[in-house]
């Protein structure tokens, strides 16, 4: 499977900013999706992650109530809506995708990731 991220940009604190990630090479419904983050001098975190079918969504303490993951298999798609941003959230967000039967904290695929950057 094959993604490429899109959508990051400078924004600046209290905005809002949706990120897309589009999948090819894979039958993307087979897969969990996942964003994952990378602040300048700090490790890789979780951000959120959606199952195969949509049906349930995990999120980071730190995103929950102002992150949203959705994703159109149809589309082969997997977005992030990010509404109430901080200067906090300023990073590079990658997407990820790990197929269903996988352990789940083996993310396989992994984009080449978009910045982020909020400006207070």
């Known amino acids: 499977v094959q993604l490429q991220a899109s959508g990051g940009g400078l924004v600046q604190a209290g905005d809002s900013l949706r990120l897309s990630c589009a999948a090819s090479?894979?039958?993307?419904?087979?897969?969990?999706m996942a964003w994952f983050r990378q602040a300048p001098g700090k490790e890789r975190e979780f951000v959120a992650r959606?199952?195969?079918?949509?049906?349930?969504?995990v999120y980071a303490d730190s995103v929950k109530g102002r992150f949203t993951i959705s994703r159109d298999n149809a589309k082969n798609t997997v977005y992030l809506q990010m509404n109430s941003l901080k200067p906090e959230d300023t990073a590079v967000y990658y997407c990820?995708?790990?197929?269903?039967?996988?352990?789940?904290?083996?993310?396989?695929?992994w984009g080449q990731g978009t910045l982020v950057t909020v400006s207070s």
């Open positions: 990820a995708a790990r197929y269903i039967g996988a352990p789940q904290n083996k993310y396989d695929y």
């Open positions: 090479g894979g039958t993307f419904s087979y897969y969990v």
């Open positions: 959606i199952s195969s079918g949509a049906v349930n969504t």
